[in-house]
């Protein structure tokens, strides 16, 4: 079963109970979801009303990229799930012989390398959704602007976490120059946009 | 039917949609709920371990307050839909007579009070919950920091939609003594507590 299948008040359970999924990966993933969410529900309210009337098309452009990561970060949820369970299966392989012990550890590097997308395609997907909360802010119907300021403080949170969700999966990854560019990308990025730090 | 009832999916498709309701106010709450879910999972998988023996009763009495937390915010979350709908009805009241329009004012202003009521006990509950957050980080297992981490992000996140949320009701609402005691009280938390602006 999907999250998206999930009743809230049971995945807020299972997120609280002592199984390791769902963790950190979905929770960040949902918020970038209802971040993402809250500034389409904005677009909607501003588009179609004379007053906005010469910025419908931009809005509209808004629109279309939101709904489309709307999909994205809800899969994201899932993937953290999935490749989560890939990493731990490889820590499960024997390890007896030199042989099976060599394998092992390739297929854990190799898990964790693909894990550490999951939450490095949030990180991206906030990063670019962020300028999009900043410029509905200011053209967005003003009934609903202080829903722009909580869908960027989700986005926000969404991205941080998801740094620390790479981090923790780079912390196992033994090839230094693979780490050093997921890193380099996330600080820049977050130089560059002249984020607060959290 | 609550929020906790509704499935993940048809949640965020209604945040996205034209519709008010479920809006930031509900997604700040359920940020809330994931932050301090997170935050349970890190104490049951310290708690019962020989090697945190030495912290376990103090982890313990942090779940406690944390699972009692996540009661109120999934709460919250729900409050939050219904007190917005009794703004929404006291502006739908008649406004023909005098009369009428004074029971209507007056109606209003109860509403948006009690309305600016939900989020800020969101606040309070997301500031009180901070410093939990910070102390777990500190003793708790270290193999599930990251999602201490993520927790803390997202009560953060929380805390400031919070604020913005509250502060959309005071607009509205023209006793100053009341908006000025919450804005102060607000105002000074962060101060107090040190937290980065966002």
Chains 1, 2 share one sequence.
Not at 164 to 189: C, H, P, Q, W, Y
């Amino acid at each position: 079963m999907t999250l998206g299948e999930t009743k809230i008040s049971e995945y807020l359970q299972e997120l609280a109970s002592a199984s390791s999924t769902p963790g950190g990966g979905s929770a960040a993933a949902l918020t970038a979801a209802q971040g993402t969410a809250l500034l389409a529900m904005v677009c909607r309210l501003t588009i179609g009303k004379k007053k906005f009337a010469d910025v419908e098309d931009e809005v509209r452009s808004i629109l279309a990229t939101l709904d489309n990561d709307l999909k994205i970060t809800q899969e994201l949820a899932d993937s953290d799930i999935r490749m989560f369970q890939t990493v731990m299966a490889a820590y499960k392989l024997p390890k007896e012989t030199e042989t099976e012990a060599e394998a092992r550890a390739g297929e854990i590097q190799s898990a964790l390398k693909t894990c550490s997308d999951v939450p490095f395609e949030l990180f991206k997907t906030c990063l670019f959704m962020l300028p999009l909360a900043d410029r509905l802010e200011q053209i967005c119907n003003p009934a609903v602007r202080s829903d722009v300021v909580v869908g960027r403080y989700l986005l926000l949170a969404a991205l941080y976490s998801a740094q620390a969700n790479v981090e923790i999966n780079l912390a196992g990854i033994t090839d230094d120059s693979f780490s050093a560019e997921k890193r380099e990308f996330m600080e820049v990025s977050i130089r560059e946009m002249k984020l607060h730090p959290l």
